[in-house]
């Protein structure tokens, strides 16, 4: 979705191929770009800061890093579970609410950047990955929290009768049943080796790990109940995933089209006026995110409609391949550029200035205008 999905929704709203290929390169990077742990100094002296704006889990390192409550707050808040702001506890504002009032504010904010900002383009695609996500990731908060925690046997799914054996699936790759102790049993046994301490914060769970893959299956039909429903301030949850990114397709598109209509870059931006959401797409994504497929098979269906001429470009039109390597190459080569101000053209460095300046706005901005502080 983050990839070959907001390709196609760029594409339909009127962006150039080119345009849309770096917005949803940008989207998909913000999984992929694990950081540096020391800057790429350049001869001329200028420093290269990498921030990484995710962490795989499944590593020793990962496995640490998503217990690192200054990791939690530095990468998971601000780029995959935007906090909604609702209730009244910190741990309620924290938790992501679908297309919140502050989603739509930081949609806002970073639109009004587009025309002034070299990484604009970038900035998007970050943008369209953190929108995307309140769609899918809402329900569950960017930090190790009890509201976060889900009674394992009420994970039901319609469509997915082997629940037992994907959660099993899942939790094996930690080595036990229970993520959240996982967590804990993981991070104590490694402790004599690293020297690493267990956070006591660290006692709720991350994310929706509670529940597996299951938010990012897009045709899932399931259901689960909360730990502490009282705290959560949920009951049992019902969540159609193909409904719920239907909802996101219409909204990155209609955040596309307006930056294909921004003042001064239609001829930049676009190449055509586009296709209206509800005439021409609508039926066209619910076709998709009902497909019952693997990752693979599903990207090749979006790849397969954008070459048919369905989102808008000309038939024969085909999706560049996603490939992270180029551009954590390009962020390796910025110390063998000519001179340090070359970087402003490389859009792996344009995107993680975007990077910097969205985890800003979110943390020191957006944070504290609905009451929720955490740095």
């Not at 929706?208 to 299956?217: I, K, L, M, N």
């Not at 080569?333 to 101000?341: I, Y």
């Amino acid at each position: 979705m983050h990839y070959y999905g907001t390709y196609a929704l760029a594409r339909a709203a009127g962006l150039r191929p080119e345009v849309a290929q770096t917005i949803a390169t940008a989207a998909q990077y913000v999984d992929d770009s694990i950081g540096l742990d020391k800057a790429i100094v350049h001869p001329d002296g200028a420093r290269f800061h990498i921030d990484a704006t995710s962490h795989h889990p499944f590593s020793l390192q990962g496995l640490i890093q998503n217990n690192n409550l200054d990791d939690q707050q530095l990468v998971w808040v601000p780029f995959h579970f935007l906090p909604g702001g609702e209730g009244q506890t910190q741990s309620r504002k924290l938790m992501c609410t679908k297309n919140s009032k502050f989603a739509q504010a930081m949609v806002d904010h970073h639109i009004g950047l587009a025309d002034t900002q070299f990484f604009a383009l970038e900035l998007m695609g970050i943008t369209a990955h953190v929108y995307a996500d309140t769609f899918a990731h809402y329900g569950f908060s960017g930090v190790s929290s009890r509201v976060n925690r889900v009674i394992p046997s009420s994970i039901r799914a319609e469509n997915n009768p082997d629940v037992p054996g994907a959660l099993s699936r899942f939790f094996a790759k930690f080595g036990a049943q229970n993520l959240l102790a996982n967590f804990r049993t993981q991070l104590y046994s490694i402790i004599g080796t690293t020297g690493t301490e267990l956070d006591p914060a660290a006692t709720g769970a991350l994310g929706h790990g509670a529940v597996a893959t299951f938010p990012d299956q897009p045709y899932l039909r399931w259901s689960y109940d909360y730990e502490m429903p009282d705290q959560s301030g949920m009951p049992t949850m019902k969540r159609n995933n193909a409904q719920d990114y239907e909802e996101a397709a219409a909204a990155l598109h209609a955040m596309f089209r307006r930056v294909a209509n921004l003042p001064g870059k239609g001829d930049l931006y676009a190449d055509g006026p586009g296709l209206d959401f509800e005439k021409d797409i609508r039926l066209r994504v619910r076709e998709i995110f009902a497909v019952e497929k693997p990752t693979a098979d599903r990207i090749e269906i979006w790849k397969a409609n954008v070459t048919a001429g369905r989102f808008g470009g000309p038939p024969g039109e085909q999706i560049p391949v996603y490939d992270p390597t180029q551009w954590q190459n390009a962020v390796a080569g910025l110390k063998d550029l000519p001179r340090a101000q070359d970087a402003t053209t490389v859009s792996a460095y344009r995107f993680h200035r975007a990077a910097s300046v969205h985890r800003n706005y979110v943390l020191l901005e957006l944070l504290p205008r609905m009451g929720a502080f955490i740095i």
